[in-house]
């Protein structure tokens, strides 16, 4: 399968009152078409400033990127995101990488009309006339669930539940038949059943559409739901990439294993209690100069502490930056 | 400089030996940063300070006149004299006394002003937020009803009434900026009840004048205090209005800058320094109050707090 | 829609009732609303006349119920000064009021919001600084003492604009400016905040990842939500200049509502002055209605009676 977006060694760091954030410290990873991947870490980790730095949707000050490259293959070709003009990047927004935020309140403007915001995207990137567009959005108000979609293109956000609310975002990230939608934390707000039903629709959707589908969340029963790869963040560096089932079964990196073993399950025999994982999240005030995880890794020895473990092939698409080989119960030697 | 590979204790961080040189450029920082707001509590110190000690850095009387040498120019202009540095009005009476004991007047006006305001506002406010319901409907529907209408009219009309004294004009601004505070009052009791705090300290079985003193009121008293800034600046104002309407203190009881500045209207075109000082005294005040209020405003807001460490 | 319309109606007609109890109070809390009336040196039997005359000495119910029945009508009784019925010389002076506060709020509109916006959308800018700094003069400069200052400068030193009256339109740029500096001040203040608390939502991020053009962000985005507050407080400032205009109206002689109410005050003439206070606060409760009005129609979300 192509791959459609590359992105190498990104660095993103804020400059702020306070200090420099390192936000992002070096992730790689790629993306093939119509993949779905899923982009799992705690608050901080840097999951979703990797991918707001990549379309320019990062406050320039006191943002700014340090590093990397991010081919994207669009509609005109490969190109590095990141080292396109502002207007290249528009294009790109909305036109070919759409995408989904978190709160669906406060993502729509209240004092428009649904219909409008979604009519906008394909005035505006498909250059349909405002005719042509509003007879689209009805058709995309119905592909996503929308019941009555001729009287509810009219109708405001405020007006809907919380549920089909996303689903009008979602309208909006679809729109104009992306490669790539980005969904950052899409279903954190919403109720556990409607999270399932938004869950469901995505899945209908990219059956339908092809698309690829980056999901950014910290839960990782959804990630079993939908992805089929996910990629580890942690302190601003990527812990470990694999396909779901690899992640699942054989985790490579000490932190998965925290992660994994945090989650509650019901099909558990005994009731056994929640591990969490030992410690605080580490201080991106710090720059970087060894492995982020080592202050709460059972693991860590002395190289842990020297150097930044950069990412190495442990499978079949599988990679993690760590210096442990947990299967073998020692260091590696790499 | 701090390095990630030695795990941080508590010791090292209390290492540090802040010196004195330290702790003035740190205070340093802290002024220039909020400048506009320490340059208005000066302003405003420097305002109380004239008012107090009025006697003492003038040897006129405000009230003395003196035919002989009335209508006389500040100081640095010819015909000028230092006994009397902001000059003479038509009476004869010396100017700058005069600013310097009005000074005194409002912010008598402005204290109990808002004290009166205040407090009666609080309480409705309180009682309003407090009781939800119709009597919060009804209060409320009182309050707005006076809120609505032009203000400034109503003074003057109840000023007019009532006579000139100063009582009455402590009054009328304590009675008619209470529905100001009351409405603040109110939406912050609204928002204190909202906000789980008082459950949970009602949970945690604390009783009521615990709460009322801990929890409640240091919430209230943030942004009735900048209110009570802003307004009271803003009692100075209407004194001196209605002073310029002649419906404050008869001038010959006291000075205050609004009688000063309705007698030096009259003379504005060939004497200008008597309606001037006055004037200048005004916003003097007025803009250290505001720059007050502002820099209150910012430091008091709990949410603010956070980002201007 | 309606269902709203109708119930700010009814509340207006409540605070109109409020009003009028206030302003027949204000007159009788003295005790002797005749004695206030007449000038100092009336004789007590003058007074006693005076009282018999105007009906002050029937139980106070009637006369708030004949005063209530009278003002639906306009009567307010004759002007103690003009000796004519008051309510129309409070009428004929409408006009000047209204022209007054519209420069007034005009200069302060056109001003206002361009500096407001460019404070916004580049804070700690200079525009954004001039303009903190205007709005922080025009709330604590006294306006009656700029206004003398002005007229001391621009109209005696200079020449530039006449003193008083109401000639040319020449004489409403003075009042118009003093009048609306601190309403430039607030509108200033107001767009400023507003525009900055906007750009930080989340639907503009929205906006902006759907990759349309900055002008759109900026127009049907930021600025049509900014426009909800400012369309309130545009209304409520106007309110307060039409009502407030007392002291601009007396310094510049501008034959306006205000200028009058100077003068009745000055001359007792309480009938004159109550008239001023009911017309005026009616004035200023329509406006409100229609301030509510325009704010339902911009925002959706008031519209459909949430």
């Known amino acids: ?334 | 400089m701090a390095d990630n590979t030695t795990p941080k204790t508590v010791d090292s961080l209390l290492d540090t030996e802040k010196t004195f040189k330290d702790r003035v450029t740190y205070f340093g920082r802290f002024l220039w940063r909020d400048r506009s707001g320490v340059i208005g509590l000066i302003v405003f110190l420097i305002v109380v300070f004239a008012a107090v000690f009025a006697p003492m850095i003038t040897d006129q009387s405000p009230l003395d006149q003196d035919l002989r040498s009335s209508k006389m120019p500040p100081a640095w202009q010819e015909e000028g004299d230092w006994a009397h540095p902001f000059g003479t009005d038509s009476l004869g009476k010396d100017i700058f006394s005069r600013v310097l004991y009005g000074a005194r007047v409002s912010l008598m006006v402005g204290l109990f002003g808002v004290l009166i305001a205040g407090t009666l506002g609080m309480i409705v406010g309180a009682i309003a937020g407090y009781a939800g319901g119709r009597l919060d409907a009804a209060i409320m529907s009182g309050v707005n009803l006076i809120l609505s209408l032009p203000y400034l009219l109503f003074v003057v009309f109840i000023a007019a009434v009532l006579g000139r004294s100063l009582l009455n004009v402590i009054l009328i601004f304590g009675i008619t900026d209470a529905p100001i505070f009351a409405r603040v009052t109110r939406g912050e009791v609204l928002r204190i009840r909202e906000s789980g705090y008082v459950e949970s300290a009602v949970s945690a079985g604390a009783r009521w004048p615990r709460i009322l003193f801990d929890h409640i009121l240091p919430n209230l008293l943030g942004p009735l205090i900048t209110l009570a800034t802003f307004e009271m600046s803003r009692m100075i104002f209407y004194e001196a209005g209605l002073g310029f309407l002649g419906l404050s203190v008869p001038p010959n009881e006291y000075p205050t800058w609004g009688n000063m500045l309705a007698a030096g209207r009259k003379y504005m075109t060939s004497y200008p320094w008597m309606a001037s000082f006055p004037g200048l005294a005004i916003m003097f005040t007025s803009l250290g109050m505001n720059l007050l209020g502002d820099w209150l405003r910012d430091v008091l807001d709990p949410r603010m707090r956070r980002s201007r460490k | ?306």
């Not at chain 1, 991010?70 to 990141?82: E, Q, S």
């Not at chain 3, 269902?3 to 109109?16: D, P």
Request: proline residues 6%.
């Open chain 3, 1 to 306: 829609m309606h269902r709203y319309l109708f119930s700010k109606l009814a509340q207006s007609l409540l605070l109109l009732f409020g009003v009028l109890f206030l302003v027949f109070m204000m007159v009788r809390v003295t005790g002797d609303p005749a004695a206030l009336m007449m000038p100092r040196e009336s004789s007590p039997e003058q007074i006693e006349a005076f009282r018999e005359e105007l009906g002050f000495n029937d139980p106070l119910m009637t006369q708030f119920g004949r005063f209530i029945v009278e003002a639906i009508q306009g009567d307010f009784g004759n002007s103690l000064h003009f000796k004519t019925p008051a309510l129309p010389l409070v009428v004929e002076r409408l006009g000047a009021t209204v022209e007054l506060a519209v420069a007034g709020l005009l200069m302060a509109m056109i001003f206002g919001i361009p500096i407001g916006l460019i404070g916004g959308f580049t804070p700690g800018g200079l525009t954004d600084n001039i303009g903190r700094f205007i709005a922080l003069m025009g709330q604590s400069i006294p306006n009656f003492w700029l206004g003398l200052m002005m007229i001391l400068y621009f109209g005696v030193e200079l020449g530039w604009f006449p003193t008083f009256g109401r000639d040319t339109w020449h004489s409403v740029v003075m009042p118009a400016f003093v009048l609306g500096l601190p309403v430039l001040g607030q509108i200033v203040r107001l767009t400023r905040s507003a525009v900055l608390e906007i750009r930080g939502e989340d639907f503009i991020r929205t906006a902006h990842s759907k990759g349309l053009e900055p002008k759109t962000i900026y127009t049907k985005h930021v600025l049509r939500n900014v426009a909800i507050p400012l369309v309130s407080v545009i209304g409520v400032q106007f309110g307060y200049m039409l009502g407030g205009s007392i002291y601009i109206e007396a310094i510049f002689s501008w034959p306006g509502m205000g200028g009058l109410l100077e003068q009745s005050i000055g001359w007792r003439d309480f009938p004159l002055v109550q008239a001023i206070a009911v017309f005026t606060s009616v004035i200023v409760l329509a406006l409100n209605i229609v301030t509510d009005m325009a704010y339902s129609i911009i925002d959706p979300r008031i519209r459909y009676g949430r």
């Open chain 1, 1 to 334: 399968m192509a791959k459609i977006l590359e992105v190498k060694d990104l660095v993103t760091k804020f400059y702020t009152l306070d200090g420099v954030v390192n936000a992002v410290n070096g992730v790689s990873f790629d993306l093939e078409e119509g993949e779905t991947l899923a982009i799992v870490g705690e608050s901080g980790s840097g999951k979703s400033v990797t991918m707001m730095s990549l379309l320019g949707l990062i406050p320039m000050p006191p943002g700014k990127i340090e590093g990397g490259t991010a081919h994207f293959t669009g509609v005109g070709g490969r190109h590095d995101l990141l080292q396109m003009t502002p207007e290249e990047l528009r294009e790109v927004r909305g036109g070919q990488i759409g995408f989904v935020f978190q709160d669906p309140i406060s993502t729509l403007n209240p004092i428009l009309t649904i219909g409008e915001q979604i009519a906008e995207t394909l005035t505006r990137h498909k250059g349909m006339t405002k005719d042509e567009a509003r007879k689209h959005t009805i058709k995309l108000l119905g592909q996503v669930g929308i019941p009555d979609p001729e009287l509810r293109y009219k109708a405001y956000p405020f007006q809907f539940s919380g549920g089909m609310r996303q689903r009008v975002v979602i309208a909006i990230a679809i729109a104009c038949t992306p490669q790539i939608i980005i969904a950052d934390e899409p279903t954190t707000a919403l109720d556990v059943t409607v999270q399932a039903q938004i869950v469901e629709l995505f899945k209908q959707l990219r059956e339908a559409l092809d698309v690829a589908v980056i999901w950014i969340t910290h839960d990782l029963g959804v990630v079993a739901g939908i992805a089929e790869r996910v990629l580890v963040m942690y302190g601003g560096r990527p812990a470990e990439i694999a396909s779901v089932d690899d992640l699942y079964e054989r985790p490579q990196h000490p932190y998965t294993l925290g992660l994994l073993g945090a989650l509650p399950r019901l099909d558990a025999r005994e009731s056994k209690r929640l591990v969490s994982i030992q410690g605080a999240p580490p201080d991106l005030l710090l720059p970087l100069q060894h492995c982020p995880f080592a202050w709460r890794c059972d693991f860590a020895f002395e190289r842990c502490w020297q150097e930044i473990p950069s990412l190495i092939t442990v499978g079949e698409r599988h990679e993690t930056s760590c210096f442990y080989d947990l299967e073998k119960g020692a260091p590696r030697d790499v």
